[in-house]
T-cell receptor, first 120, second 109 residues
Framework: GAVVSQHPSRVICKSGTSVKIECRSL??????MFWYRQFPKQSLMLMAT?????????EQGVEKDKFLINHASLTLSTLTVTSAHPEDSSFYIC????????????????FGDGTRLSIL | RKEVEQDPGPFNVPEGATVAFNCTYS??????FFWYRQDCRKEPKLLMS???SGNEDGRFTAQLNRASQYISLLIRDSKLSDSATYLC??????????FGDGTTLTVKP
């Protein structure tokens, strides 16, 4: 089945550091990938939709200058948390749909393993 | 009102019990439906798609009621390993996915 890989799985760094998270579709091409954030005991929150070759679409309330998204190829999207602060500590998860077997609206999302970000 | 609503639980059941979760959705143009499970501190994993005629995968049965706009997940003969949060996901025909907040299940020995 479709596999999405996310790296790194865990990041601990000082306040003010910028952190880059990679999301790769390993066995399929993804023109669209999704970035979520999840705080403890809360539901997934969609941050942005990453579009290959064009600008990402951000959800309301998500600062695009804070969370930089680059989707330069059909298998890789990156999320950079710029000048991270303790309040950015969270679980970041990416996902993508495998469209080889059907149209977009009928396909489930496949998630990466997630990145647990801790800012000291 | 949320687009996708689930009873947050928690559901605490003994091993071997049968448990059912419901999920309601408000967008009548919803196209496809899924159940995911999410273990603590892990990513969501696809459990099963939900088809109009209903579908079964081992101890798990999913059903869709378009008229009443809800989907359900039935787990028979619960195992300790079934303890997790179960997420209902609804896709619109435009490809947008909406997640429920999840229902927490704890299966106890």
């Amino acid at each position: 089945g479709a596999v999405v890989s996310q790296h790194p799985s865990r990041v601990i760094c000082k306040s003010g550091t910028s952190v880059k998270i990679e999301c790769r579709s390993l066995d399929f091409q993804a023109t669209t990938m999704f970035w979520y954030r999840q705080f403890p005991k809360q539901s997934l929150m969609l941050m942005a939709t990453s579009n290959e070759g064009s600008k990402a679409t951000y959800e309301q309330g998500v600062e695009k200058d804070k969370f930089l998204i680059n989707h330069a190829s059909l298998t890789l999207s990156t999320l950079t948390v710029t000048s991270a602060h303790p309040e950015d500590s969270s679980f970041y998860i990416c996902s993508a749909r495998d469209l080889r077997t059907g149209k977009n609206s009928n396909q489930p999302q496949h998630f990466g393993d997630g990145t647990r970000l801790s800012i000291l | 009102r949320k687009e996708v609503e689930q009873d947050p639980g928690p559901f605490n059941v003994p091993e071997g019990a049968t448990v059912a979760f419901n999920c309601t959705y408000s967008n009548s143009a919803s196209q496809s439906f899924f159940w995911y499970r999410q273990d603590c501190r892990k990513e969501p994993k696809l459990l099963m798609s939900v088809y109009s005629s209903g579908n079964e995968d081992g101890r798990f049965t999913a059903q869709l009621n378009r008229a009443s706009q809800y989907i359900s997940l039935l787990i028979r003969d619960s195992k300790l390993s079934d303890s997790a949060t179960y997420l209902c996901v609804v896709n619109t025909n435009a490809g947008k996915s909406t997640f429920g907040d999840g229902t927490t299940l704890t299966v106890k020995p």
